[in-house]
């Protein structure tokens, strides 16, 4: 029975880490405002990379995602499509506003050869951690 006990534990511990990765900004410790930046900077660093899925997968709310779907529009060709000539983004994140399961984000955002924007992202807390449900709303 101990054994079971103990495989069962082991169990648990790798779904929480499967199911919660780090730069997603999952909890461990860290405080609402600093989840949120993690998120903010997971979305920065898979856009600098192109990696579509990932801000399918571990930054995007389901909501939002459920938007995209009901429109017929898959995430990755949505983010490809709208993303297609940014080249080079920073993201500079400002005053992050925590309220229950609701935040934002003041974010200045540059790319090469784009005008810089400063716009407000809002977020969701979700099962996963935090997630972006709306990009800009300068």
Known sequence: M???ARA???A???ALVLACPLAAGCGRGQSDDEQVRATLDAFAQATARRDWRRICDEVLARRLLDRLRAAGVGCEVA???GLEGVRQPRLEIGAVTVRGDAASARVRTRAANQN???DTVELAREREGWR???LGGG
């Open 2 to 4: 101990r054994a079971e």
């Open 8 to 10: 069962a534990a082991v």
């Open 12 to 14: 648990g511990a790798v």
């Open 79 to 81: 983010l490809s499509t």
């Open 116 to 118: 810089e924007s400063t």
């Open 132 to 134: 972006i449900v709306a």
